[in-house]
């Protein structure tokens, strides 16, 4: 039955994939960094150069560095005024402000009960979305009292990817790619057809499979794919379908017209 299911998945994913979105681009511009983080509609431009993170905001530019913590594992910007840092290796999540200045030190390693954490992103007002690795599955975690307040059933397979919003937490793993709303509840669950990386656009998603990109319409449960130049993409990011490509040499932006 399960393989029926899969057969007929990929048919609608084949058919679906004749049409493909074409987005125009509207900007280039040189950027030296280690890993492309984001762009706001600020026009704020972050980005991790020598395990710093950098801001620039018009020809202002702030940084932060805490060496002690090891390397960044990833950051997460969706809330300009609270970006967490998280330092996977010492299970360690720094919230900034919007000048890069430290508002909280959450360190996992001292919790109760301990939280062994792979992945995090950002979830409404005080609370984070943590995937504890030692039980499997995703936690949503309010920092300021230092509870959990849902928690999603556990996983089978490894975590790849984790992506966020005010409203839905998107999970990745080898096996499915996850939608939960913030009760931890999960909305929908599809098989991962080799994709890599996640990122939230809206209600929706921009995948990475390969080195190509797709957009995934949670309304019509289309999957569309972005016809892209050839390129290398290391980082991108997507906020109101804006799409930013970072190839290790060139930031580029396009515009997504998905409507």
């Not at 049409?19 to 509207?26: A, F």
């Not at 300021?144 to 790849?160: F, G």
Request: aromatic share 16%; charged share 15%.
């Amino acid at each position: 039955m399960k393989s029926i299911v899969y057969i007929l998945y990929f048919l609608s994913f084949t058919l679906v994939a004749q049409v493909e979105i074409t987005p125009v681009l509207q900007q280039q511009d040189s950027l030296n960094a280690d890993v492309f983080v984001a762009k706001n509609n600020f026009e704020n431009t972050y980005y991790l150069k020598n395990n710093a993170l950098i801001k620039i905001k018009d020809k202002e530019t702030f940084s932060y560095s805490n060496i002690q913590l090891g390397q960044i594992t990833s950051v997460n910007t969706f809330n300009p005024l609270k970006i967490n840092v998280f330092y996977a290796n010492l299970n360690t999540v720094i919230i900034l402000d919007n000048r890069l200045a430290e508002i909280t030190k959450l360190d996992f390693n001292t919790s109760q009960p301990y939280k062994n954490i792979s992945h995090i992103t950002t979830g409404f007002d005080s609370t984070l979305w943590l995937f504890n690795q030692d039980f499997q599955y995703l936690e949503l975690y309010d920092y300021k009292t230092q509870t959990t307040r849902y928690k999603t059933i556990p996983v089978a397979s490894k975590v790849l990817d984790l992506t966020s919003n005010y409203n839905y937490c998107w999970l990745l793993t080898e096996n499915f790619l996850y939608c939960y709303n913030y009760f931890g509840s999960v909305v929908y669950k599809l098989p991962n057809l080799g994709y890599s990386s996640i990122k939230a656009a809206n209600e929706n998603l921009v995948i990475k499979k390969d080195k190509s990109l797709i957009f995934y319409n949670s309304k019509t449960k289309q999957f569309l794919p972005i016809n892209l130049p050839n390129m290398l993409i290391s980082q991108f990011f997507v906020t109101n379908q804006i799409l930013y490509i970072y190839t290790r040499k060139m930031l580029y932006q396009y515009q997504l017209k998905t409507d």
